[in-house]
């Protein structure tokens, strides 16, 4: 006998378009209406409670509930397990069954993204979490040449971290970035390169670098290493002549309105190198998820959004996709023994296949050891006070496998996750991004 209902889901996930401009997006009531629909389905399932803290906390609240159900939650305890959630993603992607075309319609991490844009509206933010995500003011004042040492040292001392713990709410345990004034940004105009371009399938062999927040100010050394990658592979490289954060950061707050206004400078000017003829890429996996879905699915009807997902790639994917037709300089000089290599979440819900390890497999004598499991980080989770226990706990089985490999490297496509796990090593031992391991390869 046939039946139209199914357990589970057998079809390709689908995403609906964010609904954020209509005024029962922020409707609280009508929120908690879904949020109670949502976390009974999570409740009867519990597939999802090793991902992150958001399913151990829901889990908890019912469990310990007058009625062992949803029901017997109270509602402002919701907001507990909107606060644990990061928007990684892995739960959609990775573990739920009932997502779209699924009829119970179930998406988990958009649901926390309207309750976070609720919360935002309400006011219900900390001035911490507004200054962790505004990442171009920060950048641009902790990138001055002077208050850059300051605040270099500042981070690396025990008595200043447990200041900035009690006044700021920032974890005194909390690996925290440095700050360089000599921006990737600058330091690509030395690398800016002309070369014969070729075309290889559907790359045009000439790449625009976003340059992202945390490459440009914290690790310009790895955009470095990304431009004589490309460069060694004949590829054209160039950067936008203006750029923005890419808006995932205040995504995370919840601050929609701020998302739109770095929209509102980025797209014009990708689109604008798309039709000169560019594809786009960028190091950081969450801005390039940001401008391949989720401001694509906040402005679907916008031709030059759409326009800017197509011609975006990951690095190692665009790669890939140019040794698929030879491409790809397969010269290697160096082997990489055995690489730990951390597979980064908002790469991973890409759906572009494991293109780093694909890479990087290449390479004669390389053996690597792919973690896919959250590393807990998110930007800015990790770093906070009452979130940074949960994130240690999150990613300690990362750091484990890390620990068993006794590899020569380990790194991750997230330079942030990659200092996190470095965080629960405590060996000394530094991460590598898999494009800086690619260049010494080369040896170039």
Same mark, same amino acid.
């Given at each position: 006998?046939?039946?139209?209902?199914?357990?589970?889901? /057998?079809?390709?996930? %689908?995403?609906? +378009?964010?609904?954020?401009?209509? #005024?029962?997006?922020?409707?609280?009531?009508? !929120? &908690?209406?879904?949020?109670?629909?949502?976390?009974?389905?999570?409740?009867?399932?519990?597939?999802?409670?090793?991902?992150?803290?958001?399913?151990?906390?829901?889990?908890?609240?019912?469990?310990?509930?007058?009625?062992?159900?949803?029901?017997?939650?109270?509602?402002?305890?919701?907001?507990?397990?909107?606060?644990?959630?990061?928007?990684?993603? /892995?739960?959609?992607? %990775?573990?739920? +069954?009932?997502?779209?075309?699924? #009829?119970?319609?179930?998406?988990?991490?958009? !649901? &926390?993204?309207?309750?976070?844009?609720?919360?935002?509206?309400?006011?219900?933010?900390?001035?911490?979490?507004?200054?962790?995500?505004?990442?171009?003011?920060?950048?641009?004042?902790?990138?001055?040449?002077?208050?850059?040492?300051?605040?270099?040292?500042?981070?690396?001392?025990?008595?200043?971290?447990?200041?900035?713990?009690?006044?700021?709410?920032?974890?005194?345990?909390?690996?925290l970035p440095e700050y360089h004034s000599n921006t990737l940004r600058k330091r690509a105009k030395k690398w800016q390169n002309k070369v014969t371009v070729e075309a290889a399938g559907e790359t045009t062999g000439k790449v625009v670098l976003f340059t992202t927040c945390y490459m440009n100010r914290n690790e310009p050394v790895i955009g470095e290493d990304f431009f004589a990658v490309f460069s060694h592979n004949g590829i054209e490289v160039t950067t936008p002549s203006v750029e923005r954060c890419c808006g995932m950061p205040k995504l995370e707050l919840g601050d929609l309105e701020s998302v739109q206004k770095a929209k509102e400078v980025n797209i014009p000017e990708l689109a604008r190198l798309v039709d000169a003829g560019y594809d786009l890429t960028a190091l950081i996996p969450s801005c390039v998820l940001m401008f391949k879905q989720e401001l694509p699915l906040m402005y679907p009807d916008?031709?030059?959004?759409?326009?800017?997902?197509?011609?975006?790639?990951?690095?190692?994917?665009?790669?890939?996709?140019?040794?698929?037709?030879?491409?790809?300089?397969?010269?290697?000089?160096?082997?990489?023994?055995?690489?730990s290599y951390h597979a980064a979440c908002h790469q991973r819900v890409q759906n572009i296949g494991p293109k780093t390890k694909e890479i990087l497999s290449l390479i004669s004598g390389t053996e690597v050891d792919t973690i896919e499991r959250c590393s807990g980080h998110d930007g800015t989770y990790a770093v906070k006070k009452e979130f940074h226990e949960a994130s240690m706990k999150i990613v300690k089985p990362v750091v484990k496998r890390v620990k068993d490999a006794e590899a020569d490297h380990f790194g991750s496509d997230c330079a942030m996750a990659a200092h996190h796990i470095e965080n629960g090593l405590k060996s000394g031992k530094q991460p590598e991004h898999p494009i800086s391991l690619l260049r010494k390869a080369y040896g170039i």
């Amino acid at each position: 006998m046939s039946s139209t209902y199914r357990e589970g889901n /057998l079809d390709a996930p %689908t995403r609906h +378009p964010l609904d954020w401009k209509n #005024e029962d997006f922020y409707n609280e009531e009508s !929120l &908690m209406h879904e949020m109670e629909r949502v976390f009974d389905i999570c409740h009867g399932c519990r597939r999802c409670v090793s991902l992150c803290q958001s399913f151990p906390t829901l889990f908890d609240l019912v469990d310990e509930s007058s009625t062992l159900e949803v029901d017997g939650v109270a509602k402002k305890d919701y907001w507990q397990v909107v606060d644990h959630c990061y928007l990684c993603d /892995l739960c959609y992607m %990775t573990k739920c +069954p009932y997502v779209p075309p699924h #009829e119970w319609n179930l998406d988990f991490p958009h !649901l &926390m993204l309207r309750a976070k844009a609720v919360k935002y509206k309400k006011g219900d933010v900390m001035t911490r979490d507004k200054i962790l995500t505004s990442t171009d003011t920060v950048g641009n004042i902790a990138g001055i040449p002077v208050v850059a040492s300051v605040v270099n040292a500042v981070n690396k001392w025990q008595p200043t971290r447990k200041i900035l713990e009690a006044t700021l709410g920032v974890h005194a345990d909390a690996k925290l970035p440095e700050y360089h004034s000599n921006t990737l940004r600058k330091r690509a105009k030395k690398w800016q390169n002309k070369v014969t371009v070729e075309a290889a399938g559907e790359t045009t062999g000439k790449v625009v670098l976003f340059t992202t927040c945390y490459m440009n100010r914290n690790e310009p050394v790895i955009g470095e290493d990304f431009f004589a990658v490309f460069s060694h592979n004949g590829i054209e490289v160039t950067t936008p002549s203006v750029e923005r954060c890419c808006g995932m950061p205040k995504l995370e707050l919840g601050d929609l309105e701020s998302v739109q206004k770095a929209k509102e400078v980025n797209i014009p000017e990708l689109a604008r190198l798309v039709d000169a003829g560019y594809d786009l890429t960028a190091l950081i996996p969450s801005c390039v998820l940001m401008f391949k879905q989720e401001l694509p699915l906040m402005y679907p009807d916008e031709p030059d959004v759409q326009k800017v997902k197509n011609a975006f790639y990951d690095p190692f994917e665009y790669l890939m996709l140019r040794h698929k037709h030879g491409k790809l300089n397969t010269d290697f000089k160096t082997t990489l023994g055995k690489v730990s290599y951390h597979a980064a979440c908002h790469q991973r819900v890409q759906n572009i296949g494991p293109k780093t390890k694909e890479i990087l497999s290449l390479i004669s004598g390389t053996e690597v050891d792919t973690i896919e499991r959250c590393s807990g980080h998110d930007g800015t989770y990790a770093v906070k006070k009452e979130f940074h226990e949960a994130s240690m706990k999150i990613v300690k089985p990362v750091v484990k496998r890390v620990k068993d490999a006794e590899a020569d490297h380990f790194g991750s496509d997230c330079a942030m996750a990659a200092h996190h796990i470095e965080n629960g090593l405590k060996s000394g031992k530094q991460p590598e991004h898999p494009i800086s391991l690619l260049r010494k390869a080369y040896g170039i």
